[in-house]
Nanobody, 121 residues
Framework: QVQLVESGGGLVQAGGSLRLSCTAS????????MGWYRQAPGKQRELVAT???????NYADSVKGRFAISRDDAKNTVYLQMNSLKPEDTAVYYC???????????????WGQGTQVTVSS
């Protein structure tokens, strides 16, 4: 089994910064894509940023220039540095990883439990 555990959420004032972390554990052979998604109350879950194994990144237009995604493959960890936070960034942030387990021939998607980010105005 594979588990994703997030940390780093909290309450911050507008203009502030937070850093989210997500570590994958379990019988992992390889992690292909890692990413962050968010879901605000009454809205659908949306992509924030993704990063592939060769370090190609993709960002939602709403966070470009403010957020930065990175990963440490030795630790099976993905990070999201969030700067210049705005009240509209308030949401539950979910970690996602496309993981190939040991002895598996295909990869599966896994999700973390979510971490709350609240930005006050």
């Amino acid at each position: 089994q594979v588990q994703l555990v997030e940390s780093g959420g909290g309450l911050v004032q507008a203009g502030g910064s937070l850093r989210l972390s997500c570590t994958a554990s379990g019988t992992i052979s390889r992690i292909n894509v890692m990413g962050w998604y968010r879901q605000a109350p009454g809205k659908q879950r949306e992509l924030v940023a993704t990063i592939t194994s060769p370090r190609r990144t993709n960002y939602a237009d709403s966070v470009k220039g403010r957020f930065a995604i990175s990963r440490d493959d030795a630790k099976n960890t993905v990070y999201l540095q969030m700067n210049s936070l705005k009240p509209e960034d308030t949401a539950v942030y979910y970690c996602n990883a496309e993981v190939r387990r040991l002895f598996a021939t295909t990869s599966d998607d896994y999700w973390g439990q979510g971490t709350q980010v609240t930005v006050s105005s």
